[in-house]
């Protein structure tokens, strides 16, 4: 080893899912929205003057935080946006989890989250979820920690928890910040984002990469009151004063604003979900009650390993973990009916031809 190397600040880094080159592919591996972002965002492409590039983007991002105050019905100074949320939550944990107790989060979750608190060195501690792969209130509440990081639906499992219950771990944990990530939200659970004006110490975290169909374009955004919104920006003008570009907070703003497209397209994922769901119990599969848009699934005479491999010989791609609990389980993302139907012919030939 170089003696430079000591000095590296080393890190395993998060494994995002594949993004094989071929059109032909069915993707359902990386919780993509299956039909196109509103017609205003292609508007906003398409009419662009590459002149306005010439100057650094608006810090603030304007456009895009007062389209979402005004759709959201939250004070601008209660806004923090970013590359994604990925770049929120990294934000945030570099903000807020400064202290020595442990951060707590499931340890069934989204896995980006002990990748942050390596890189940052903040201690943490994992709370196992329970038989069913629910969250249980009690294991965040009572105890000493520097923070607490609750995905809602969780990720991978869909599971929601109940906005009630939520709020217990918010109160109960009034001395730290406790984050709601709502990457999943829309797709018929229940925000936490009335809870804002009441609690201090929330901040609730969302996407323009699931139901607004923006992946490609990096958009997250989150709430909180004043204060914490004006500590996040601090840290991240700290670090990177330009994170939202021109083209990408005009094409935000649009998204936004075409509430009808939004809720026809959230719409058709949903039905489509739920209709998978019926297809995937006939054929034998266990799951959970997902309120995202992936379903987690696993079937008791086939391991998810073998049907994995076997769907991606077949041009059909869905995510596998091989993780302890977790490595017999399949998370597939709802496509279209079309790429849905697809789905369910091949499982239940090969199923059939296997068993
Ligand atoms: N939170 C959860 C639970 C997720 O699954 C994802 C998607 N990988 C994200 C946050 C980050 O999404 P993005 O950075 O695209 O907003």
Redesign the pocket.
């Known amino acids: 080893m170089a003696a430079w190397e000591e000095n590296v600040r080393k890190v395993t880094p998060y494994t995002?899912?594949e993004q094989p080159g071929r059109a032909d592919i069915i993707k359902l591996n990386?919780?993509e929205n299956p039909y196109p972002p509103a017609p205003g965002v292609t508007r906003v492409l398409r009419e662009l003057d590459a002149g306005i590039l010439r100057r650094y983007p608006d810090p603030t991002a304007d456009v895009l935080v007062s389209a979402l105050s005004e759709y959201y019905h939250v004070p601008k100074q209660q806004i923090f946006v970013g590359?994604?949320?990925?770049?929120?939550?990294a934000m945030s944990f570099l903000t807020f989890f400064n202290g020595k107790n442990p951060i707590l989060f499931p340890d069934i979750?989204?896995s980006?989250y002990d990748v942050w608190a390596e890189l940052y060195r903040i201690p943490y501690e994992c709370q196992p979820l329970d038989g069913q792969f629910e969250i249980r209130t009690e294991d965040y509440l009572g105890r000493p920690c520097g923070g607490i990081v609750i995905?809602n639906?969780?990720?991978?499992t869909g599971a929601e928890k109940d906005l009630a219950e939520l709020e217990k771990i918010i109160a109960g944990n009034p001395g730290v910040i406790v984050i709601i990530?709502e990457?999943?939200i829309d797709f018929g659970g229940k925000s936490a984002i009335s809870l804002v004006p009441r609690y201090d110490n929330l901040l609730v975290?969302?996407?323009?990469?699931?139901s607004r169909s923006l992946?490609g374009m990096?958009?997250?955004y989150a709430f909180g009151n004043e204060k914490l919104i004006k500590y996040l920006n601090d840290v991240k003008y700290s670090f990177n004063s330009y994170t939202m570009n021109t083209v990408t907070a005009a094409m935000g703003a649009e998204a936004i604003r075409d509430d009808g497209y939004f809720r026809e397209t959230v719409g058709k994922v949903i039905a489509t979900r739920e209709r998978t769901k019926e297809d995937l119990r006939r054929l034998g599969f266990r799951f959970t009650d997902s309120k995202a848009n992936f379903l987690f699934a696993s079937h008791p005479k086939c391991t998810a390993k073998e049907l994995f491999e076997a769907l991606k010989k077949e041009g059909i791609y869905v995510r596998y973990f091989a993780k302890p609990r977790i490595d017999n389980y399949l998370r597939i993302s709802i496509g279209t009916d079309q790429e849905m139907e697809a789905l369910v012919a091949f499982l239940e030939k090969y199923l059939g031809e296997n068993l």
Do not use: C, E, H, M
Not at 83 to 89: E, K, R
Not at 153 to 156: E, L, M
Not at 205 to 210: A, C, H, I
């Open positions: 995002p899912g990386t919780n590359v994604g949320s990925d770049d929120v939550l979750t989204y980006f995905p639906p969780n990720a991978p990530d990457a999943y975290v969302q996407t323009f990469s699931k992946a990096r958009i997250g």
